[in-house]
Every structure is written in structure tokens, then in C-alpha cells.
């Protein structure tokens, strides 16, 4: 049975601070923007060196990602 700030929660789509509440599903989503793009020199040629660049997480997938951190198998 749910409790009542679980039903509150749920009826509102927001957490007890306001920021929206997610399911799963939109969580995973917000976690897929962090993307790896490989970049090259515009004036690089087809076989030169490339380098990574990482999207930024925001506060939210931060908090995601260390929860996903403490997970043992």
C-alpha cells in the first residue's frame, strides 16, 4: 500500500521541493542526453587524430549517477 507522500507525490508529478518527479522510463531518458561526441579538426583529414568530448551532466543525472554508483551486484 502506498503512503500518502508516495500518493501525494504521485498525483503531482513533483517532488516535496518542486522539481518534477520522474518514472523510470523519464529518467533513463534524461540519462540518455548525456552523449560522447568524437570530434576531429575541421581541416583534419579522413585518418587524423580525433578526441572525445563528454556532455556535462546536470545536477539531477549527477545524483542519478552516484545512485547508480552504490548499486553491488
Not at 508516495?6 to 533513463?28: C, D, I, Q, V
Request: charged share 20%; with cysteine.
Amino acid at each position: 500500500r502506498r503512503s500518502a507522500r508516495a500518493l501525494a507525490k504521485a498525483s503531482s508529478h513533483a517532488l516535496e521541493n518542486g522539481t518534477p518527479a520522474h518514472s523510470f522510463s523519464t529518467l533513463m531518458a534524461e540519462l540518455a542526453s548525456i552523449v560522447r561526441n568524437t570530434c576531429r579538426t575541421p581541416s583534419g583529414a579522413a585518418k587524423a587524430p580525433t578526441f572525445a568530448v563528454i556532455t556535462t551532466a546536470n545536477p539531477k543525472q549527477k545524483h542519478a549517477l552516484e545512485l547508480l554508483q552504490q548499486i553491488r551486484p
